[in-house]
């Protein structure tokens, strides 16, 4: 699901771990824009291998995914894809119902977290 929301032709790798440059090849982002997002979202992951080298899991890919589409498709600041995801990550930890005007909206965006 997530990859028809995001871009179509975006293939993962069946890995556990990717480096950022491979990150940045299949999330066809530019490097200084993963390392914005990277600082703009401190939980995204990133963690050192044992050679001090940078990698991301595959849940961090996937994110950086939502991330892109939420900016770039939705055109969203990053300021609200960080509002966005935090409001579902909530909701759906304490299985909270969004109230009615905000239903549509809810459904939309939880396809994609």
Do not use: N
């Not at 990717?18 to 390392?35: D, G, N, T, W």
């Not at 960080?82 to 459904?107: A, N, T």
């Amino acid at each position: 699901m997530l990859q028809e929301l995001t871009a179509p032709d975006v293939e993962i790798p069946k890995r556990a771990l990717f480096k950022p440059s491979e990150v940045c090849e299949i999330v066809k982002v530019q490097p200084y824009v993963l390392r914005s997002w990277e600082s703009e979202f401190p939980d995204l992951g990133v963690t050192k291998a044992g050679s001090g080298q940078r990698v991301y899991r595959r849940a961090d890919l996937e994110r950086v995914l939502r991330i892109k589409h939420l900016v770039f498709a939705d055109g969203l600041t990053l300021a609200g894809v960080r509002h966005i995801l935090s409001l579902f990550e909530v909701m759906k930890k304490h299985r909270v119902e969004p109230p009615g005007e905000l239903r549509e909206i809810f459904d939309r965006y939880s396809q994609l977290i």
